[in-house]
Structures are given as structure tokens and as C-alpha cells.
């Protein structure tokens, strides 16, 4: 699975993945997973949000478990974030079948689409649509830095946009979630585990701050005339770091779109995009504010225009603790539970059904970056751990 995977939307120059939701690459990783649920006899359905099922049982019998994660990427991503927890549930699956495991309950492998919002700026659309979480007005209204819609985008990569909404009936015939994913930190290389189980997410969010000046000439124009953007955006750069420390929070600009983009033009916008997470809503709330404050504070005394959209918040999840002992009682009761600052379809979809997760080791916690990694034998370890889990939940 890896092999076939392997190049599908890889950036040679970098040996990042730029699978975005809707392009050429991501077509090509939905027929990868509809090939490998062929392979297995299992029946395969794309939702009206662009999800991919791939089914053992009818799922109309309800109470099915479900397993899966996400194929696009950020950026540049890495080969492991997303794609680890559909092939490990497909390798799960094959895992199962050679013990000769009965099933009495549907079992489901998931791809959630778009779960990075790389292109459209929105984390996890196709599971905030499903569970309600993102209305469909909302939804017809995102646009790529092309300017392309999210409708538009779905309808030129083959996929009517016509229904997209709310799936109720769909969660409703879900008995429990589980996604396997890599870890995003070190808590698990630290603590000398191959696996460990989710306890929560962070509240996290996105703001986009636009900084308007004026644009002029970088040579002639005196500085004490100038309404430049870009002061005013770095020291916002500079108080975000200094907020997320004293807070023991994070905050990261890792995007921004400046207007011209000349090397000899003054900004007439610096549109910057901050990502923030803490551990709880009170201190994300306090980290916010104070960023927004330095950031007004530098644009007034500069004559810059400040406009501050949160473009979209995911309170924290606390995962459910029957599943989670359940999963902690079927590896034998000695898993490592941590929390996460990282986003998870997951995470969305625990609002509305019984989820749980469970972690890959990640020996140097990078991730996002072509550079992450995870070893052979640990993946091995979330296969059979992921098919314990589902051995124990699906099967008699
Ligand atoms: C998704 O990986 C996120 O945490 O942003
Ligand atoms: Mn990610
Ligand atoms: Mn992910």
C-alpha cells in the first residue's frame, strides 16, 4: 500500500505531499482507496461531502464500527499524517481475516476528505459538514487563493456539490470511531511506547488579520509618510510568540499573502493567518486577545487598517472515557494516554458518536514537514493494536 501511495502528489524538490482536497492528487489517492476496498470485496460509496466508505457488512444494520483518517496533506506534508490510519485500517482488516475473525457488526474504512483545509483554508470540511459542524452557506462560500469555490472545486474533480449537508442518518448507523494516526509530538518516544491512546484536543482555531496600508515607493517615500503593513504584522509575529510563552500556549503565522509582493513596493495588504491552541478556552481566549491588542496597538500608531476574522474554532474534545478504557482494557490495560494540540476528523466527529484514537510513536515529533517519520515496526505495532481494538469491538 505504501508503494502505490508513494507518489501520488510528491513534490520532487522537496519530498513534501501537496495532496489538497479536490486537485489531480487527491483524485488520485480517493481511487487508491476505492481500489484497495475492491481488493478486500468490500462495497465502496462516496458520501454527498466527499467522504469515502468502504464497507464489510451493511452499515443500514447500525451500530457499525469505524475506522480510517484522512489521504490529503498539508503543504509539503509528510507520507504519515492522515494516510498511516487508512492504510493501518485496511492492514487491520487483512490482519482480522487471517485470524479468521467473525464480524458481528458493519465495519467501515473511512476516508474523511479534506481534513487539512491546505486549499480552502478550513480544517476537517468533510466531517464538520457531515456532523453539522459546518453549514452548507458556509461551505459555499470558501475559496481557494485562486479563487476557485469549494462547489466548483468538487464539481470539477467529478463530485456533484448539490448535497452537501448535514449526514445524520449516516452517524447515526456509527457505533464508534476509532482513528489511528501518528503521533505529532514525543510523548510516546519519551515514554518508550509504540502506542498510545488519545485523552483529548485542544481548543484551537485560525484568525486571519489583514493589515492595510498604502502602497508607495520603496526609494522616495519618507518613512515618517509612509502607512506601511508590514511593521505592524512583524511586531504581531513577535507578541504572538511572547503571549504563547508566558501562557505555555502556541500560536504560529505560517501564512501570509502580501500585497504587491514587490521588492521595491511599500505592502498595500499584509494578510496573515494565525493558528493558536492551548490546552483550555480560558487561555487560548487570553493569548488571542493579547495578540489582537499588540497587533491594533502597532497598526494604529502606524496609520494601518486592521481587520481580525476568526476563520474557524474547534472547541476541546475530551474523548469519551468508556471507549477509550475499552480500548486501553483490549491492549492489555498499560497504554499511555495523552493529549494532543494537533486537529483530528476525529475530534469533530466525537460530538456526534462514540470516538476514540490511537497513536503511532514518532521518534523525532515532527511532523507537517516532509521530514516526518515513523519506523517500520512501530506501524506494525498500531496495525495489530488498531486490530485488537477492532477485533474486540466488531467481532464475536
Ligand atoms: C491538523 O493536522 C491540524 O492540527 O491543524
Ligand atoms: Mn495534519
Ligand atoms: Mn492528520
Redesign the pocket.
Known amino acids: 500500500m505504501w508503494r502505490e501511495l508513494a507518489a501520488i502528489g510528491r513534490e520532487t524538490s522537496t519530498g513534501g505531499y501537496r495532496r489538497y482536497a479536490w486537485t489531480a492528487a487527491d483524485t488520485d489517492c480517493r481511487s487508491w482507496f476505492r481500489d484497495q476496498a475492491g481488493a478486500r470485496g468490500l462495497s465502496h460509496e462516496t458520501d454527498r461531502n466527499g467522504n469515502q466508505w468502504a464497507w464489510l457488512g451493511d452499515p443500514a444494520a447500525g451500530d457499525a464500527v469505524v475506522t480510517g483518517?484522512?489521504l490529503d496533506s498539508v503543504p509539503d506534508g509528510g507520507a504519515f499524517?492522515?494516510p498511516l490510519?487508512v492504510v493501518s485500517a485496511f492492514a487491520a482488516l487483512d490482519e482480522l481475516r487471517s485470524r479468521g475473525a467473525e464480524f458481528t457488526r458493519p465495519l467501515g474504512i473511512v476516508n474523511f476528505g479534506d481534513?487539512?483545509g491546505a486549499r480552502f483554508g478550513l480544517a476537517c470540511v468533510g466531517s464538520r459538514l457531515t456532523s453539522g459542524q459546518l453549514t452548507r452557506e458556509k461551505a459555499y462560500a470558501l475559496t481557494d487563493a485562486d479563487g476557485i469555490t469549494l462547489p466548483g472545486a468538487m464539481e470539477a474533480a467529478g463530485h456533484d456539490p448539490g448535497a452537501i449537508g448535514p449526514d445524520p442518518g449516516r452517524l447515526a448507523r456509527i457505533g464508534a470511531f476509532v482513528e489511528l494516526?501518528?503521533e505529532?509530538g514525543r510523548a510516546l518516544d519519551l515514554s518508550g511506547d509504540r502506542v498510545g491512546i488519545a485523552s483529548a484536543i485542544w481548543p484551537h482555531g485560525r484568525w486571519r488579520f489583514d493589515f492595510r496600508g498604502e502602497a508607495n515607493h520603496a526609494g522616495t517615500t519618507r518613512l515618517a509618510d509612509r502607512r506601511d503593513p508590514m511593521p505592524a504584522y512583524a511586531e504581531t509575529v513577535l507578541a504572538a510568540r511572547r503571549a504563547a510563552e508566558l501562557a505555555g500556549a502556541v500560536a504560529t503565522f505560517g501564512k501570509i499573502a502580501v500585497e504587491p509582493n514587490g521588492v521595491n513596493a511599500i505592502p498595500s495588504l499584509v494578510r496573515a493567518w494565525l493558528d493558536s491552541r492551548a490546552a483550555d478556552r480560558a487561555t487560548l481566549d487570553t493569548v488571542v486577545a493579547e495578540i489582537e491588542r499588540a497587533a491594533r496597538d502597532r497598526a494604529r500608531s502606524d496609520g494601518v487598517d486592521l481587520s481580525v476574522v476568526r476563520e474557524s474554532f474547534t472547541p476541546v474534545v475530551e474523548f469519551g472515557h468508556a471507549l477509550r478504557d475499552e480500548l486501553n482494557r483490549l491492549l492489555g490495560g498499560r497504554v499511555p494516554v495523552l493529549a494532543t494540540g494537533?486537529?483530528?476528523?476525529a475530534g469533530i466527529l466525537s460530538a456526534a458518536v462514540p470516538t476514540a484514537m490511537l497513536f503511532v510513536r514518532n521518534p523525532t515529533g515532527v511532523?507537517h514537514s516532509p521530514a516526518e517519520f515513523a519506523a517500520e515496526d512501530d506501524c506494525a505495532a498500531g496495525v495489530l493494536a488498531l486490530a485488537d481494538v477492532l477485533e474486540g469491538l466488531a467481532c464475536r
Do not use: I, K, L, T
Not at 342 to 345: C, E, I, V, Y
Open positions: 483518517s484522512h499524517d492522515g490510519g481534513e487539512e494516526h501518528v505529532q494537533a486537529g483530528h476528523d511532523s
